[in-house]
């Protein structure tokens, strides 16, 4: 079982006001895959964790689009007061790497192994490094790997 149907149920039960099971679905999370996803974090259609979701950690405010893959060790946080990321659609997040603060991760896009994404990051590109620039384009041919 992946972490991703774990948050599910929990996220339904969240919405629909159930009470206590989002906070056991969510401690369930980390005891299996010592990751911490909210239960209110909004996650789109087919996104799926590489790896069941190992080390995952996901602010309760990001919003994460359709057919992500979130690889192992990714942090989607904060920065302080000042707000979580939003990712687009079809975008491959890459081990060990961290989308800190307000910024906004484009449809089609991939941020590459441990990069630390502080900027936003346009539609149909490469993000990579430390802090993450974007280092080519998508070409439309390599956008069908992206599902």
């Avoid at 679905?25 to 996803?37: C, K, M, P, T, V």
């Avoid at 950690?57 to 000042?82: K, L, Q, R, T, Y």
Wanted: proline share 4%; with cysteine.
């Amino acid at each position: 079982m992946n972490a991703i149907h774990l948050y599910r149920l929990g996220n339904w039960c969240y919405r629909h006001r159930v009470p206590v099971l989002p906070k056991l679905f969510r401690a369930l999370i980390f005891f299996l895959y010592n990751s911490d996803i909210f239960m209110q974090t909004k996650i789109g259609r087919g996104t799926r964790f590489a790896h069941g979701c190992i080390g995952v950690v996901i602010h309760a405010e990001a919003v994460i689009g359709d057919h992500v893959m979130i690889g192992p060790h990714v942090v989607i946080g904060g920065n302080f007061c000042e707000g979580v990321a939003t990712i687009g659609d079809h975008v491959w997040i890459s081990a060990g790497a961290k989308l800190i603060g307000r910024i906004t991760v484009g449809s089609h896009v991939i941020i590459g192994a441990n990069a630390v994404v502080l900027r936003d990051v346009p539609d149909n590109s490469v993000a990579a490094g430390v802090p993450a620039r974007v280092i080519r384009e998508i070409k439309p041919e390599e956008r069908e790997c992206l599902v």
